[in-house]
């Protein structure tokens, strides 16, 4: 039993620290000036920022942590990136900056583990580069795709081509101008069972027949430059060598790739969380009312010291699942990555929401950056599996130890 | 004990469902298309729907129902206009449609019970008659305004003219191209006791010295044409005539004014805590995921029953808030007041979140109106006392009861 | 909308208030103290106090109050009724000497609405006077009783007998001394559907077959004299006149009966909590920590608030419940009875345990009542449906409003 | 970051493990028929299996397991005991089996690091080899324990003599017919400040002037045959050489005694909430309503989900207190322990809820272990100090990190 990290996590989490705060956090307000609100992606542009900082980090040396695999990235395993990851969970543009954000970390897992070497030379390259970047297309508008089997799009081998066709939403970071190419997942073996009906398609975005329709605010927000698009595919043609990892593997490929995304995302936001909880105790120590600071009142002390036993039993539970994942692989991870998975989402929600609350009115406006960070946990309780379907999962994986009980139907 | 509601209640009742179904609810797209989300305040108008259907809703009768009184308005009690109330709260537009939208509703019963004639007049008369719209100037940005004895602001009467110095912000509707005169509230006594310290004064907008400095987003939303404005007041001019009451009742006009727009905000929070839980069951039952209805799905049932259980709750004890404020007065109703301040919210807030979540990544964008009312409850836990200071009022009031046992200090 | 209690609801009120606080309240530590804590019903008696108590209220015309029938009973409707089983809540030996407890009441409820004249002159008659207690027999140790369907006892009609073969438990009331009969429900006609399958039978407990296997305690009490039976049947047979209204019928009868009987349960809960948190202020107002009073420490203030406002909001949607019922039926009342049956023992369980938590140690003992108003808040979130059934439902009655939503399985 | 436990952790944990599975199981209902339930603890005594099942842990050297010295205990880190405290934590009778049962656990310790040499031979000797049994006087009837500077009790030396004299309760254990000795906490120094003017005195048992008054019951249960006592000390009187370390350090050494003592507590409850879940899901895999088992209904798969969430999320923070504790000092494990100590016993105490409602009825009653176990973890919301307490602490930590922001008052 030993909670210290190992001294190579150590030396990135310090370096990572030290970046975020001398120039991620000061170049915030910048960024977000930078950014459009249109609703037509057309009109987004990379804030120049953004890649100063990336050639900054990468010259430092932080970049690609995320993979953990010496040749392509910087080769730590899920429980030494996790703290890092918490890092970047400070700075919604962060993870961008660092060559660590999604979906191109999910995409050059899944391109690293399942991709053709022709794949990785001609689209792993650039995206961990940073050069390019690269969208995941799989929810779909017209089913309930927090049952991924109800997908519908399809990618049908047809003589030496694949054929696509289908619509796709929530299609996250479609919209950057740098954006060149999608994942694309779809049936592909419609007679098999339902987990080895689908494939996973390296869809290059100028191929024809893709047309994005529109963009999807969360929050009435289009989260430019990146933004979620809704995405039609008709007759889009593609050759057979598109598959990835070959047609039917699509679940398979897609548990492998879901397991380190959710720890990258829960430990951001137990860094959201973190932040959010400072900036309730910074405004609550400085404003007063009733003769105290607001951090004295009634029950806020109760807000903080829940807050704080949220975030340290949030932050432990996604380390133990990482050091699972290391240690056990996805299989033996699972339960503890759906448990995470509910948890995260939740702390954060709460805590930055109870930041909103002792900020007043204020912490409703773009005055802080509350609102947005409220928006990004509230999404990830719905991306990536909603709790529901988690919660389902863990029980699952509980009552399998008592299935001997199980009665028979008579 | 009954629970049926007056004659008189369920005719407007009746009359204003009608209206909303067949009138407001069908032009809500329009309105919304027709609204601008520019942060600059001179670029917003007044859609013409709204005045359409304003004449509409003033021609049937269906007009300032908030007014408890037969001579300026409909003459219903607070229990009666209730569920008229609640009946607005399915659409963010409809306030203002019936004139019964804030700040106008407070604004319109503080000149009502203590403007002058000549207040009357000028500016209740136009407010009345839907001409123009008014806001509301009291919290600041440098205190904590959840204890408003922290009000710094100033109308020192100078002369024979009150001087108007100081900021306020959220100041909502200062940016409704109709807006034309603000109640101001700021220290008139500095040498009072601090309930006696300050006064509420009538400013027209073009008065010399008022500066709109900006508009606040709330949840990255402008609330365009009303908005929340930031708004500096230097060395503002005005005769003494513009005293609402007298210098020294600000609090006594503000408590006043509270207790009735609490009704009706958590009465129109019960609207729109019952369209979410429409939304949910809808969306639910016609979308399927492992082979069910999400309805059936789970915990969905539990959901939806706390939900039922949860407006059931809400609305009687905001109607029988009503009931005491109509039988016993402001000072009888305190305790229930602030109940349902803490209630309605949260409960409006927690339903429309699992409506959100039962719509999946839809309800998140704009496709649905989850996210605006999400933002509508939200501000609500803030706005008129935030929940802290209601909770503990409530507790106040209960310990009363037991201040006989109160340990003297040795 | 009227939320006062008529002018004979609030004369039995106020009588029964000065009871309770005048001799009921006082005679709680002699009742206590005559209780026996013995495992074996035969060891125990009746406390004299109780039927002194029973003789005055009796003469006081404070008897069968629950008797919605001026010639059986006291003729309030159940909305008159519910403030006094409230004022009863404040101790668990008050039903008792009102003649107005569980399970008499129900009893009472069903001989009057369906039982013979036999069975009215031979058995209501007595308990209606106090002279007899009863018990009721439905839930069976072998199965679960959430699911009344479930139900394998058996009341099949041999010739011109009735026999009885089955094994009931929490059979509550059967240890009293006095508790001459059961009301039995079993499955009389085996092959009706689901719903029709079941009879109530009156049972003298002196009929031969009859066993009282043990008593069950409740989180270690067994709630002597009354307690809580485990009963086997073995071949008891009975004249076909022991049939409460016919074989089939037992379905029909209990959801008559489980109505007015939720609303007692949860208006006695009402009162139980407001004593809870009289309890809570009392101690926390004259036990000093940290320099000052409980009450005012940390987060109290809000445990305060949130207890009043769940009590306030409980009691409405009773009284709602109640009025319902009186106005339009059991039919009428049914998501309401389950949603109050939901509500009342997780508010009370709440505050108790609220209550329990500021007395520190000794809330937990004997010196104080918490402790058994905890194990009877605790019952009855199981007993006449356990919360997880009443949301079912709630949610059902919900969905009914959109089953035209529901989709056709292809 | 490694979350495997040590050899030396994982050999004792197995043969524990085996231990309760083998023996103390088996042998929970011959000892809890052999319980006295009586009020007087002079009708108490030590099951014969206790003293049995004692002999065979300590010939296995399964004892004094809690004890971080090699010498006189098993040597364990904090750490490697607590899956050990957590194996213990499945039967309310294990402790004392393994001899590691509160208080005298903690009395061990305190003896161990500041007793006499004398104190060590006479009193902790026979204490470690189980022979005699020990209580811990701190807490008072008259005033809130919850703040400790209350506490009026006291040992003033007068000459060559202590002289002690006071009320206590909640001294737990002082019934078992094997205690003989108590350890004492009162004022010795009046004039000292707040946390120095309390002492530690070691007190036989049969000293003159000592009077257990009465027991006190936990739930309706006395908890035989150790007991809960309330004690009076009129005049007692003992040689300087009964003070522990010394006077006025009886607050420095309750810090100490009170660390791992709650980590003990908190890990045992975590096995009693393990258990309860093992018997929720067993309960709800053999029982059937509605058709499906009961695990499968509505909410309950969540209940099962969020159960599983909560004793993740406990373990691993309790662990990690632990670690904090071996690793830096129990000052560096401030904020952990008052962390675990609100965090435990609630997840106790809710999953116990809710295993208790899927027994129905049964759950309630001495069938199952189930109401023992809430009994334990709801006194543990209390002892050691209230959560209030601890979330009060657990903020103050937190907002040290910002004092610099507290405002000069002026």
Known sequence: MD???SAKARDYLQRTQAFMNDKVLPAEEQYYQALSTSADHNDWQQPAIVEELKAQARSEGLWNMFLP????????????????????GWSLMAPEVFNCNAPDTGNSEVLWKYGSEEQKEQWLKPLLAGEIRSAFCMTEPDVASSDATN??????????????NGRKWWSSGIGHPNCKFAIFMGISNPDADRHHRHAMVLVPLDTPGIKIERMLSVMGDYDAPFG??????TDVRLPLSAFIGGP????????????????????????SAEKALKLLCERGMTRTAFGKPLVKLNGNPDVIANARIGIEQARLLTLKAAWLMDTKGIMGAMSE???????????????????????????????FPLTRMLAMARVLRL???????????????ELMKYRH??????
């Open 151 to 164: 997908m519908e799009a399809t990618c049908i081998v047809e003589g030496d081509e694949i054929v696509l």
């Open 3 to 5: 909670f210290s990290h």
């Open 383 to 397: 991306a990536d599996g909603p709790d529901e379907v988690h919660r389902g999962l863990i029980a699952k994986f």
């Open 248 to 271: 039917g593997r699509g679940f398979e490929i897609a548990q492998g790739r879901l397991g380190p995304g959710r720890i990258h995302h829960c430990m951001r936001l137990i860094g």
């Open 228 to 233: 979620h698009g809704e995405v039609s595919f």
């Open 405 to 410: 009980l199980a009665q028979k139907k008579g």
């Open 69 to 88: 695999c010496e040749e392509w990235g910087a080769g730590l395993t899920n429980a030494e990136y996790a703290p890092i990851a918490e890092a970047n």
């Open 337 to 367: 990555v759906s448990q995470i998975k509910v948890v995260a989402p939740n702390v954060a929600q709460q805590i930055i929401d109870a930041a909103i609350q002792i900020h007043g009115g204020g912490g409703l406006s773009d005055d």
